[in-house]
Structure formats: structure tokens, C-alpha cells
């Protein structure tokens, strides 16, 4: 399994809105959950959303719960991260990351090791 990033990083005032995509390569995407990461400078990597094989069940952080939305279209091979009410503290690479496994229990199953194949960073910058 290979991802692209597609568009969606860049620079946004506080309040705003983007979303991310993650595009995958290879058979078999819906055998996979798919967790969003990000890292922030001089910080450890974290995970902050995940959603499951069939896209049924989702978990998020704390710190993005009721701001983000993780989302998946198994047709397309594609998994979203809606992120509304950007602030500043959002500001970091994003990541995706794919695991072969159907769901995760909870959010703190994603150490920043997680995942059998991991997509190239994009840079956010959420600015106040």
C-alpha cells in the first residue's frame, strides 16, 4: 500500500477550515484502518484520529474532538480529515498512516509506531 498526499495543507487563519486527503495505491485499502498523525515542531508525533476498515468506527483526540472529522471512500481508495475551527496550537505536519487491522479500540492504540505504511507529511499552518 503507497499514499499520496493530495492538496489540502497550506497556510489558514485561526477559525478556518481545511481538509486533507490521503490517497492510497495498491489492493485491498478497505482491509486497513487509517489513522491521521501530526507533529508539531519540537514535539513528538501524535495520533489524533483513526477510522476503521469499513469506516464505521472512528475515535479522535481530545485536543480535536468535536473540531475534526475522519472520513474514508473505500471506492476511491481515499481517506479525508475534515478540520474545521483551525487554531493556532493545529499548527504541524499532518500524516496519514495505515494499519492492517479492521478497527482500533481506542485512540491511544496509536503510538506514533503505528502503522504498516505511513504517507509523506503535509505542513498546516493555522496562524492568529
Known amino acids: 500500500l503507497r499514499f499520496s498526499c493530495r492538496r489540502g495543507g497550506g497556510l489558514v487563519q485561526a477559525g478556518g477550515s481545511l481538509r486533507l486527503s490521503c490517497a492510497a495505491s495498491?489492493?485491498?485499502?478497505?482491509?486497513?484502518?487509517i489513522g491521521w498523525f501530526r507533529q508539531a515542531p519540537g514535539k513528538a508525533r501524535e495520533g489524533i484520529s483513526c477510522?476503521?476498515?469499513?469506516?464505521?468506527?472512528?475515535h479522535y483526540a481530545d485536543s480535536v474532538k468535536g473540531r475534526f472529522t475522519i472520513s474514508r471512500d473505500n471506492a476511491k481508495n481515499t481517506v479525508y480529515l475534515q478540520m474545521n475551527s483551525l487554531k493556532p496550537e493545529d499548527t504541524a505536519v499532518y500524516y496519514c498512516?495505515?494499519?492492517?487491522?479492521?478497527?482500533?479500540?481506542?485512540?491511544?492504540?496509536?503510538?506514533?509506531?503505528?502503522?504498516?505504511?505511513w504517507g509523506k507529511g503535509t505542513l498546516v499552518t493555522v496562524s492568529s
Open positions: 477510522i476503521s476498515s469499513s469506516g464505521g468506527n472512528t
Open positions: 498512516a495505515a494499519a492492517h487491522i479492521e478497527y482500533v479500540l481506542s485512540i491511544r492504540e496509536l503510538l506514533p509506531q503505528w502503522g504498516d505504511y
Open positions: 495498491g489492493s485491498n485499502f478497505d482491509d486497513y484502518s
